[in-house]
């Protein structure tokens, strides 16, 4: 990905981090802000997927998945909001998806995360504004793209077919959502979870 913007032109930084240890955002998000001169943008999309029953699930799993997905853009928020601040602004963007809105079995700790991050980015949303900081989530639907083996098969209640639109969404289209709410044409959108499922989830 870093060669790849490079090549057309931009600048870009690779690097691994463990977005629920606290040390490692630091370090992380202080590498960029040395690269860059600052961040203006947090595109928060770190998660962990899992299928286990509730029966199944035990406080440890319950844990690590929350770790990563509600309390990892917790503490990316963190790290990057003072710094935005001293820029004058910025934006900030978490993606959930279509399973919290709509249910699915055997991910009740990935349902609750995302939920978590939804409500977590509407109270920053609020908080936020007279910073000049926008705050919204994307909710992608059934999207064509590789799923990890943890994460199993697409939801039964999600499938295609039961799209109006009647595809999957792309990689692209996603990115074009989150490109609009950081660039200034989104600038007074803030506090919304925005849906984009071909229709599968009307709100």
Known sequence: MVDEIETFGGRALGVMADVSDPSAVSEMIDEAARRFGGIDI????????????????????????????????????????????????????????????????????????????????????????PRHITCNCVAPGAIDTVRGESAGGTPSNIKERQIPLGRKGTVKEIAAMVRFLVGPEGGYVTGQTIHVNGGAFLT
């Open 42 to 129: 947090l595109v928060s999309n770190a998660g962990l997927r899992r299928q286990t029953s509730f029966l199944d699930m035990d406080f440890d799993e319950w844990r690590e998945i929350l770790s990563v997905a509600l309390d990892g853009a917790f503490l990316l928020a963190r790290a990057v909001v003072p710094q935005m601040i001293d820029r004058g602004g910025g934006a900030i963007v978490a993606l959930s998806g279509i399973s919290p809105h709509v249910g699915t079995p055997n991910r009740c700790h990935v349902l609750a995360s995302k939920a978590g991050l939804e409500g977590f980015i509407r109270a920053l949303a609020v908080e936020l504004a």
